[in-house]
């Protein structure tokens, strides 16, 4: 007896195949959060860690830490989540939404930075000067790098003076674009995003770290994590020397080192 499928076997067996792939697909397939301030240095991370997991797909997403944290804890598919602030994914786990401890991976460093002005001849105190138009920080709210700016706006005691000149963006990376376009005349942004090769070719004054509290960096795999194995392997990957050197260029200081 030879057996011949009917035309609603047939189509049981073509949804068979769809989930048989669609679960493959998401095998082969990571996607992270990550922070803004980690844009042009994770880039270069995972294209050093694909070369050696050459047949897995990887998905960055980025933004703020805050409003991925809201992402995540409302069910967001992300396998992975690289905080500007430890404090986002300690609180993911008190919820119950991650499947491992949260773990430092470097702290991060605010400067002042223009395209217009030698940002290196500036101080805080010098953002109330008249020719200070615009100053562009990350949204406190919801961005570290954003809330770490008003500390140190507050610490240097101008944040009431300078509150009308603020332009505020909804990430670090954001800040950095409005410095960059001119629509800033002055951003307090990342050192990461200071130190890449195109925003580079301006000078930048570091803001002391006692001007603020630490931006103690961390990641997490979430609970939802689709591909788990993955997200742990490139966990690791960020404790190389590969990974490690890159950090530092980007102006990474690794997580606990003591910082000026």
Same mark, same amino acid.
């Given at each position: 007896?030879?057996?011949?499928?009917?035309?609603? !076997? +047939?189509?049981? @067996? =073509?949804? /068979?195949?769809? #989930?048989?792939?669609?679960?493959? &697909?998401? %095998?082969?397939?990571?996607?992270?959060?990550?922070?803004?301030?980690?844009?042009?240095?994770?880039?270069?991370?995972?294209?050093?860690?694909?070369?050696?997991?050459?047949?897995?797909?990887?998905?960055?997403?980025?933004?703020?830490?805050?409003?991925?944290?809201?992402?995540?804890?409302?069910?967001?598919?992300?396998?992975?989540?690289?905080?500007?602030?430890?404090?986002?994914?300690?609180?993911?786990?008190?919820?119950?939404?991650?499947?491992?401890?949260?773990?430092?991976?470097?702290?991060?460093?605010?400067?002042?930075?223009?395209?217009?002005?030698?940002? !290196? +001849?500036?101080? @805080? =105190?010098? /953002?109330?000067? #008249?020719?200070?138009?615009?100053? &562009?920080? %990350?949204?406190?709210?919801?961005?570290?790098?954003?809330?770490?700016?008003?500390?140190?706006?507050?610490?240097?005691?101008?944040?009431?003076?300078?509150?009308?000149?603020?332009?505020?963006?909804?990430?670090?990376?954001?800040?950095?674009?409005?410095?960059?376009?001119?629509?800033?005349?002055?951003?307090?942004?990342?050192?990461?995003?200071?130190?890449?090769?195109?925003?580079?070719?301006?000078?930048?004054?570091?803001?002391?770290?006692?001007?603020?509290?630490?931006?103690?960096?961390?990641?997490?795999?979430?609970?939802?994590?689709?591909?788990?194995?993955?997200?742990?392997?490139?966990?690791?990957?960020?404790?190389?020397?590969?990974?490690?050197?890159?950090?530092?260029?980007?102006?990474?200081?690794?997580?606990?080192?003591?910082?000026?």
């Amino acid at each position: 007896m030879i057996y011949r499928p009917t035309a609603v !076997s +047939a189509r049981l @067996l =073509a949804i /068979l195949l769809l #989930s048989v792939f669609a679960c493959t &697909a998401r %095998a082969n397939s990571l996607t992270i959060a990550a922070a803004s301030d980690l844009r042009f240095a994770l880039e270069e991370i995972v294209t050093a860690w694909r070369e050696q997991n050459p047949d897995q797909d990887v998905r960055v997403v980025y933004g703020s830490s805050g409003k991925m944290s809201t992402q995540i804890s409302n069910g967001a598919p992300y396998d992975l989540f690289f905080s500007a602030d430890i404090s986002y994914p300690q609180q993911l786990q008190a919820q119950g939404f991650t499947a491992t401890d949260p773990v430092p991976y470097a702290t991060g460093r605010i400067v002042l930075w223009s395209s217009i002005l030698d940002a !290196s +001849a500036l101080t @805080l =105190a010098d /953002l109330t000067g #008249s020719d200070i138009e615009h100053i &562009a920080i %990350a949204q406190p709210a919801h961005a570290p790098y954003g809330l770490r700016a008003q500390e140190a706006l507050q610490a240097a005691g101008i944040w009431e003076q300078v509150q009308s000149r603020l332009v505020f963006a909804e990430n670090i990376a954001q800040a950095a674009q409005m410095a960059e376009s001119g629509a800033a005349t002055v951003g307090i942004i990342a050192l990461s995003l200071a130190e890449f090769p195109r925003l580079a070719q301006h000078p930048y004054h570091l803001i002391p770290a006692s001007k603020h509290q630490p931006l103690r960096q961390a990641y997490v795999v979430t609970r939802r994590a689709d591909n788990n194995a993955a997200a742990l392997s490139f966990a690791r990957f960020m404790t190389t020397d590969i990974a490690r050197a890159v950090m530092a260029r980007y102006g990474f200081a690794p997580p606990g080192e003591p910082t000026l």
